[in-house]
């Protein structure tokens, strides 16, 4: 098989931006169908995130998290969001935090990607907190279980 690098041909520069859209070069993605395939074939190590086509991988800039979640939805004793790919999963409440400017975050995709609740997400969430205002803190309530909301980089 040839070289790409010897046809002329390069790795094409692609992005994620804050509010969970795909860009190629300084394009957005708009194919639904493309969309789909990035997500699909998106993966992250070390922090480090790309895209893995057969034996090349096409590294992804991501301005914040690759995820954003769309909507908060009570389910039985717990909560199932709805993520900016249109997939839905259960919120897994113990990776839950605060980033900055105080907005949710949550691990999605068996733990292996950030997600960024949006504001539409963060108020149905927040409307579901407990807020403590002798310490300022606010705590989850699901199933019985108590998630405090705290300030971290990561869970």
């Known amino acids: 098989m040839a070289d790409p690098a010897s046809s002329g041909w390069s790795l094409p520069r692609l992005r994620i931006d804050r509010e969970g859209v795909w860009f190629a070069e300084d394009g957005e993605v708009t194919h639904a169908g493309i969309v789909a395939n990035l997500w699909s074939n998106l993966r992250v190590d070390a922090g480090d995130?790309?895209?893995?086509?057969?034996?090349l991988r096409i590294p992804v800039e991501?301005?914040?998290a690759p995820f954003v979640v769309l909507?908060?939805?009570?389910?039985g004793a717990g909560l199932t969001l709805t993520i900016n790919d249109l997939s839905r999963e259960p919120l897994p409440a113990e990776t839950l935090r605060l980033g900055p400017d105080e907005v949710p975050y949550c691990r999605v995709k068996a733990g292996r990607f950030d997600a960024r609740f949006s504001r539409a997400a963060a108020y149905e969430?927040?409307?579901l907190v407990e807020y403590?205002?002798?310490?300022?803190?606010?705590?989850l309530v699901l199933g019985g279980r108590r998630y405090p909301l705290e300030r971290r980089e990561r869970a």
């Open 62 to 64: 991501v301005e914040d």
């Open 132 to 139: 403590d205002e002798t310490s300022g803190r606010g705590t």
């Open 125 to 127: 969430l927040l409307q």
């Open 49 to 55: 995130h790309f895209l893995e086509v057969g034996p």
């Open 71 to 75: 909507r908060v939805e009570r389910e």
